[in-house]
């Protein structure tokens, strides 16, 4: 047991679905952890609370609470460490003014997000707020590399009930496009550092040297990288794309990951919606600037700050008639593509579109063929393989289908491109360069006004563990095992010349396979068409958009992956799956009394720490508990307990009741442990003859209109009310 102040498990606190499914099951939990002597406890994580530790200074004490993200920065590097990792907010700015606003309506005097800071003071405010956007949270607790894959019961549970998959046609029009050149991968160069070394990132302009950043420390053995977009070339592509979608009778559509991508994604977003807008911004930009437009919000931001500009809104609307057709986050609500950056993700938004046979939604209500513009070149092809391949092939069968597993390269902050301090956009032409301490010139790229350059690096115990932990996964598997690298771009061969010595030491080279991303992907859906397995090793942005791609096609969503990352101090981090449907959740929650948040990967994330924590402590009543939760999570599917989406029907806080039955039951039959035995079988006597009553009171709550005391900062008391409804369960589990 740890000390009073750190739980033997941390289970995080989070935002929005996740965060409510949490009201109600963490409670069942704790009491069926507490028969083990096993304390579970949370750590806040939630936009909110890292808002709100991060100005400590303007609050009243009884406001102030303690940076939990950093105590788990610090946590996760113990051997003792043991973590449940719920996806958080990722914030994009719209996102980080709403929360800022809410919690100043609560009475918490932070100050205003500065858009245009121009003082010390606004600017100093601009950098904290600034780490808070964006993919902070993950970069701090992924002291380990990712072990993604669909937990065998989920799998199996797919396959007998295979869902709904659109049909594709070989003449679809839906197509992606990507730049040929100007963007990220085709300016990309790296270097593999042959000792420790601190950098300095420099502009230097006919007007003198600008230090973009200094003292950014890399250890022996670091492959770094260096890039740019073309703000120019960006800007041209945008253009002709724009004109191509009205020519093919198609949906516009920009699929981007401003979210993760805080810094460089944000400002492509903004320059889809000036050239989307360019006829209005051409000739009132002066005007909307006065008015504090900044195309990086989004259309939705740009439009309320000219609601009462007639002429401006009149120029906007005849604009948008010579437009094409937009991809629509909500026709009901004319709510586009290019309304908030953190809208249309890109990992979420194509697998769907490729799941429904490359339509999507349009301004009419209607599905349609579409265009789906990512502008960088890096991973667009991934996307475009998978849509050829189902033109060519038809769509993919849930039933018959093999599994992609992933092993994702991302301990230390690998491969963190654009969530980090290390991308700019420039402020005039010049030359960017890397210079190491000792005068070496690492990097160096020609740039114009406008450009956005990043730097990314990789670390080599990283690498190194990455390889290794793919060579236990395909001798544990037996699977076809494909690095996701390759040859002819620079980051990606850098690490191929770790990759090849390492494997040929072990002497396994001849279980693995190297390919591009688009020849992988290829690859990949060959496979799993086949009805066999294949393993996808690849780093973290391929990780984070493949640990979609496949369970959605596959399982039809990816909030139901097992995903373990074994830290590389000996400590485990059990992360539940993806949150990015979670704020329609929240909407039909507050509307409806309705739930639908599926915590089956809670559940799977829950069985692999009990078990991890017993093999860490020795305590066996731990590993009888997550054996016991994966029979209770197989009766959740068995026996289609999850949640329904419609109001009315079981919804997320049914399906705790069951598991938590299945649970206690699983529990007093086994004969393992007779103390929990003896513990658990009166508490599932009491739920089995508490059904009627337990699911008459979870339905009886649902169908009216919630007050949860915020959306970013709900209030605790009326949360718990609303997501602990039945006094009979509440009173049995205690």
């Known amino acids: 047991m740890a000390d009073q102040n750190t739980p033997d498990i941390v289970y995080t606190k989070v935002d929005e679905a996740p965060e409510l499914a949490s009201a109600s099951l963490l409670p069942i939990i704790q009491s069926f952890a507490s028969a083990a002597g096993i304390s579970v406890g949370t750590k806040d994580i939630s936009l909110a609370g890292r808002i709100i530790s991060t100005f400590p200074e303007v609050l009243t004490d009884e406001q102030k609470q303690s940076d939990d993200l950093a105590w788990l920065g610090e946590w996760v590097k113990k051997p003792e460490a043991n973590v449940i ?22 009475g918490y005097a932070l100050p205003d997000y500065p858009y245009s800071p121009s003082t010390d003071e606004e600017k100093a405010v601009r950098a904290k707020y600034d780490t808070i956007k964006g993919s902070a949270v993950n970069p701090v607790l992924r ?14 549970y797919a396959q007998s009930n295979p869902h709904r998959m659109g049909e594709w046609t070989s003449d679809s029009k839906t197509r992606v496009a990507s730049m040929s050149g100007g963007d990220f991968f085709s300016n990309e160069v790296s270097a593999t550092l042959p000792k420790a070394a601190t950098a300095k990132i420099v502009l230097e302009t006919s007007e003198g040297e600008t230090v973009l950043k200094e003292g950014v420390s890399y250890p022996e053995g670091t492959v770094v990288d260096a890039t740019y977009m073309s703000a120019k070339a960006l800007d041209a592509f945008l253009a002709e794309e724009i004109e191509k979608t009205k020519a093919e009778g198609t949906l516009f559509s920009l699929h981007m990951k401003a979210t993760m991508m805080k810094v460089s994604d944000p400002i492509i977003f903004g320059h889809a919606v000036k050239e989307w807008l360019k006829p209005v911004f051409e000739k009132y930009g002066a005007k909307m600037e006065e008015l504090g437009v900044n195309p990086n919000g989004g259309l939705g931001a740009l439009l309320e700050r000219v609601k009462d500009e007639p002429e401006i809104l009149k120029a906007i609307e005849e604009v948008r008639e010579t437009r094409p057709p937009m991809y629509m986050v909500n026709s009901d609500k004319g709510i586009t593509n290019l309304h908030v950056p953190s809208d249309v993700i890109i990992d979420a938004s194509m697998p769907a579109l490729i799941r429904d046979g490359g339509k999507g939604w349009g301004p009419d209500n209607a599905q349609h063929d579409t265009n789906c513009v990512i502008p960088d070149n890096s991973y667009a092809p991934v996307y475009d393989a998978a849509i050829e391949f189902f033109k060519a092939n038809g769509k993919l ?6 599994t992609v597993q992933n092993l994702g390269l991302m301990a230390q902050k690998a491969e963190e491109y654009g969530s980090h301090p290390t991308t700019f956009e420039i402020p ?50 037996g699977y076809r095992a494909i690095f996701w690298l390759d040859a002819n771009r620079a980051h990606d061969a ?39 397995n294949t393993i996808a090793i690849t780093g973290n942005v391929l990780r984070d958009y493949l640990t979609d791609l496949f369970p959605i096609l596959e399982l039809a969503t990816s909030a139901k992956m097992l995903s373990i990352v074994k830290l590389m ?18 909407q039909q929650l507050m509307e409806q009394n309705h739930l639908r948040w599926d915590s089956l ?17 020795g305590n066996e009543k731990a590993r009888v508990l997550g054996e016991a939760v994966d029979i209770a999570t197989q009766g959740i599917l068995d026996e289609n307990r999850s949640p329904s989406r419609k109001v009315g029907e079981p919804d997320n806080r049914d399906s705790h009741y069951w598991f938590a039955r299945y649970w206690a039951q699983a529990l007093s039959e086994q004969s393992t442990d007779a103390e929990l ?18 699911v008459g009171e979870l339905s009886a709550a649902q169908g009216k209109a919630v007050d949860l005391g915020g959306y970013y900062h709900g209030d605790a008391v009326k949360t718990a009310s609303v997501m602990r409804p039945s006094g009979t369960l509440n009173g049995i589990i205690g």
């Open 85 to 106: 990792k719920l996806p958080n907010i990722s914030a994009s700015e719209p996102q980080l003014v709403a929360a800022v606003k809410e919690l100043q309506e609560q």
């Open 143 to 156: 002291e380990g590399n990712s072990d993604r894959r669909a937990a065998a019961a989920v799998k199996n």
């Open 397 to 402: 069968d849930p039933a018959t289908a093999g």
């Open 428 to 477: 005039s032409a010049g030359t960017v360069k890397m210079i190491l301490d000792d005068g070496t010139v690492l990097h160096s790229h020609a740039v114009e006004a406008g450009d956005i350059w990043r730097s990314a690096s990789a670390r080599k115990a990283p690498i190194e563990d990455w390889v290794n932990l793919a060579i236990e996964r395909q001798k544990a598997t």
């Open 494 to 532: 850098e690490l191929i010349a770790y990759v090849k010595p390492i494997l040929e030491a072990k002497g396994v080279a001849d279980k693995f396979e190297i390919m591009a991303p688009r020849e992988a992907t290829i690859a990949s859906l060959e496979t799993i068409t086949k009805g066999e």
């Open 569 to 586: 101090n000996g400590g485990g981090l059990f992360e539940t799956g993806a949150g990015g449907s979670a704020p329609k959740h929240v």
């Open 601 to 617: 990967g809670e559940f799977c994330a829950l069985g692999e720490s009990f078990k991890f924590y017993a093999d860490q402590t």
């Open 677 to 694: 035995k003896a513990h658990f079988e009166p508490i599932a006597t009491a739920l089995v003859a508490s059904e009627a009553a337990i």
